[in-house]
Antibody, heavy 120, light 108 residues
């Protein structure tokens, strides 16, 4: 069965960076993009961007361009997201999610979420 | 970017009642690239509807989606206890993908 398992909760100080992993199983990793979505406490969902796991092509929401980096390790079926220059406004649950069809479609499987807390 | 506005913000209904949720887009959503998700507290979102009207695998047939252009609707024909949750619409026809602010369906 399809599973996305994310790394555990992180606590960072303002100005630091964080890198979250998302290990996929149960399907061909390189056939479907991985999206990253975040949700601040008590708030709605915000799309950050996606990486096509086959060729590594990335698309970022302009809001995060230059501060977020998506990578992947195809040999291990793991996608990564790194966020730099963290502020308290980056405190959120970060989700990875598998594209439904290929790339640029909705997400049919989601990770369990990784809580990132930014606090001094 | 396409802004999605969901209404109402909260819907208070009883089990067995019909729920009608609205999602309005600031510009036309291409090729009905509109999805609906359900999210329960402490859980990741779950895909319910894609292509405006197609149910995702395993989704009960009491959930239906409709709409085109800038106006979309999610209907739950008869609410079951497990349907009380927050629902989000998402457009995926234009980058950046965007979500609506959500509609909370709560028990009256």
């Amino acid at each position: 069965q399809v599973q996305l398992v994310q790394s555990g909760a992180e606590l960072r100080q303002p100005g630091a960076s964080v890198k979250i992993s998302c290990k996929a199983s149960g399907y061909t990793f390189t056939k479907y993009a991985i999206h990253w979505v975040r949700q601040a406490p008590g708030q709605g969902l915000e799309w950050m961007g996606r990486i096509h796991t086959g060729d590594g092509n990335t698309r970022y929401s302009q809001k995060f361009q230059g501060r977020v980096t998506f990578t992947r390790d195809t040999s291990a079926s793991i996608a990564y997201m790194e966020v730099s220059t963290l502020t308290s406004e980056d405190t959120a649950v970060y989700y990875c999610a598998k594209d439904f069809y290929s790339s640029g479609y909705p997400c049919d499987y989601w990770g369990q979420g990784t809580l990132v807390t930014v606090s001094s | 970017e396409i802004v999605l506005t969901q209404s109402p913000g909260t819907l208070s209904l009883s089990p067995g009642e019909r729920a009608t949720l609205s999602c309005r887009a600031s510009q036309s959503v291409s090729t009905t690239s509109l999805a609906w998700y359900q999210q329960k507290p402490g859980q990741a979102p779950r895909l319910l509807i894609y292509g405006a009207s197609y149910r995702a695998t395993g989704v009960a047939d009491r959930f239906s989606g409709s709409g085109v252009g800038t106006q979309f609707t999610l209907t739950i024909s008869r609410l079951e206890p497990e349907d009380f949750a927050v629902y989000y619409c998402q457009q995926y026809g234009d980058s950046p993908l965007t979500f609506g602010g959500g509609t909370k369906v709560e028990i009256k």
